[in-house]
């Protein structure tokens, strides 16, 4: 009996098809199996990006031992956490709430009704591997103790039931002030490392919301510390092997709290709002650095991650080629750099990229992570090295290279429009303004159903539903209404905004659904979820919120204000306590409370004072920020902070000189 994944549009589902494993995917018919059978429930959560789920293929579910274990004593499920977000964040709670972590692959235990009674992460195949149990011997226990102490397995999944259902809905009211901003601005202060930057220690993730609250907070109160822990946070995830020093953009996330040794995947949602992090940077601090970080960021997704033909942005990049080379394909030995670079070069890379014979990557240990650990020594030495790292990176294109998940997720299309609309802005790149709104159009045309809101996949009918997709869509849609005057963009915004007030907000209680009210199906999918932590990428709550407040400020329109404020006093008693996990709906906040700088520009279009406003609005760094553009015969602009505003200009200079 083969299984059922050959004909699943997922990479992931489809790369499992030819395990021995009798996978279904998420449906009915499988939950239907094991209630006829009277089996549980084997759920197995991964994505096609993720380094231990290939890993927990490849020893488990390729072994056709645990396939005959498997096939036994189980209904298999597999889920792709990308084309189901809503079933990973049920499964990943219920599993939390078990063992106090979560992550991928997640391996749950069900009853046929889908309930979670036993799960964990990754389980090695042999005992005591990793300090774990082996997964043959983890499985015969599930099993047993299914059959034997059926009232224990019902008891079990009740208790983790009403946990699920208590920790999914993250609404906790309150007032919001500015004492709220100033405790989590606390909070993140707190966590910071003053040594490498970051929150936290290892191992280290990304906080670009964070890092743009903070930034924020920095151009209203200049304290020093805030620029600090911005700059040193965007300094060393620069520096780090986080960042792919030879081809651009970011890795995942960081092993260690240097940001030396990443996993090695790279999401589009990461690149998104890292890319927004550093023009944000660049444009306020005017680090040099920011600025090519921001570049090389932009080409990497260009290259690699871009459909430039039909409008799409691409999901991921894997971190392996095969299973078990762990990142061979990003990393160096001191003989592959020489054997890259001309005679004069090689010295001056080995010691910037601290490539030695020994290097970071327990499988391999001669394998180095290329970071920046010292500057070239002198003025001759930076042109040796561009030309290095131009060297470098045609040697790599020449190995075989991860595989790339070319889905078009409809919110992470959108994060990226909306981060290449404002690199068209800073960077003065046209080409990524015209790729931005090519992808809009389609999401518009292909994704959008004004029965049933935003598809999450450009093209496909199914899933539908989901918050993000719609939020995501919205603010990309302001973005691109901002960046061109069309009114039309700001048009389709009001309207998925409108949809989700009819499909996704909680009436009686506030804040909206991660799931539309009328698509919720069995198992976990029936208990409504209101999430506002950012985990990973920002929470449809937080992003609902500032769309409410960017509405409010471009259309002058008090239902959108009223309807802000309800959605903050719905989650404000969570907002200074969640701190960096709850750091979009903190932006959302400062929106709310502080003066929003409004820069109307009017004149012809085309070439001329006019456009050199409307880009200098665009560019210029200012926190609560929106912009408007305006056809007018003559050339003018306009620029208000909260309820004042100054005499209209009529030059690109003296508007400059206005937001500054």
Not at 100 to 129: C, K, S
Request: hydrophobic share 40%.
């Amino acid at each position: 009996m083969s299984n059922l994944l050959a004909s699943e549009p997922s990479a992931y589902l489809k790369s499992a098809a030819h395990q021995p494993v009798h996978w279904h995917p998420w449906g009915d018919a499988a939950f239907a199996r094991a209630r006829a059978e009277d089996k549980p429930i084997l759920l197995d959560i991964g994505a096609v990006w993720c380094h231990w789920c290939h890993v927990m293929d490849g020893e488990s579910y390729e072994d056709a031992r645990v396939a005959d274990l498997l096939n036994a004593d189980f209904v298999c499920i597999k889920v792709d956490r990308d084309e189901r977000p809503d079933v990973d964040a049920r499964y990943q709670r219920a599993v939390q709430a078990l063992t106090g972590q979560g992550g991928w692959p997640l391996t749950a235990f069900l009853t046929p009704e889908g309930e979670v009674f036993y799960g964990g992460t990754y389980f090695p195949p042999e005992e005591n591997h990793y300090g774990r149990a082996g997964f043959p011997s983890v499985l015969r226990q599930v099993a047993g103790i299914y059959r034997q102490q059926r009232d224990k397995v019902t008891e079990h999944a009740k208790a983790i039931r009403d946990r699920v259902a208590e920790s999914l809905d993250e609404a906790q009211s309150g007032d919001v002030s500015p004492a709220t901003l100033e405790r989590a601005a606390a909070e993140m202060a707190r966590m910071f490392d003053v040594r490498y930057g970051g929150f936290g220690a290892a191992p280290k993730f990304p906080h670009p919301a964070a890092v743009q609250f903070l930034l924020a907070r920095w151009h209203d109160t200049r304290e020093d510390w805030v620029r600090e822990v911005v700059e040193k946070t965007l300094t060393g995830m620069a520096r780090g092997g986080i960042r792919d020093q030879v081809g651009g953009g970011f890795h995942r996330y960081a092993v260690d709290e240097r940001w030396i040794v990443p996993h090695f995947e790279k999401m589009a949602y990461d690149n998104s709002e890292l890319l927004h992090a550093y023009l944000d940077g660049y444009a306020a601090l005017g680090t040099p650095l920011f600025k090519r970080v921001a570049r090389g960021t932009v080409d990497w997704v260009l290259e690699v991650l871009s459909d430039h033909e039909r409008g799409a942005f691409f999901t991921s990049q894997d971190a392996d080629v095969q299973f078990g080379d762990d990142g061979d394909y990003w990393t160096w030995t001191v003989d592959e750099l020489k054997a890259a670079l001309p005679e004069q070069a090689f010295p001056v890379a080995r010691r910037v990229f601290d490539v030695e014979e020994r290097g970071e990557m327990h499988h391999n240990p001669r394998k180095n992570v290329l970071w920046w650990k010292s500057d070239p020594a002198g003025d001759d030495e930076w042109p040796l090295l561009e030309r290095a790292l131009g060297q470098l990176k045609a040697a790599r294109d020449r190995r075989p290279a991860p595989f790339v998940d070319t889905t078009a997720y409809v919110n992470w299309n959108a994060m990226m429009a909306s981060a290449f609309l404002h690199a068209g802005a800073v960077l003065d790149r046209p080409d990524c303004n015209a790729l931005a709104l090519k992808v809009l159009e389609r999401i518009w045309s292909e994704a959008w159903d004004e029965g049933g809101g935003m598809g999450h996949v450009i093209d496909r009918a199914e899933p539908r539903g989901l918050l993000e997709d719609n939020v995501h869509a919205a603010a990309a849609f302001l973005d691109a209404y901002e960046s061109t005057g069309d009114e039309a963009w700001l048009t389709r915004a009001i309207t998925v905004m409108q949809h989700c007030r009819e499909a996704h907000w909680d009436e009686a209680k506030g804040g909206f659904f991660d799931v539309a009210r009328d698509r919720t199906g069995s198992a976990y999918l029936a208990t409504p979820a209101k999430p506002v932590q950012d985990a990973p990428t920002p929470s449809g709550n937080g992003v609902a919120a500032l769309v409410l407040a960017r509405l409010a400020a471009l259309t002058d329109d008090a239902q959108w204000r009223r309807l802000l404020d309800r959605q903050l006093a719905t989650f404000g008693g969570a907002a200074s306590q969640l701190a960096l996990y709850g750091a979009t709906l903190l932006r959302a906040i400062d929106w709310a409370l502080s003066p929003v700088t409004r820069v109307e520009v009017s004149g012809v279009r085309g070439p001329g004072a006019a456009c050199d406003m409307h880009l200098l609005a665009l560019e210029t760094y200012r926190p609560r920020k929106v912009v408007i553009r305006k056809t007018a015969e003559t050339p003018a602009a306009t620029v208000c902070v909260g309820t004042t505003c100054a005499l209209p200009v009529t030059a690109p200079d003296a508007l400059r000189a206005l937001l500054g």
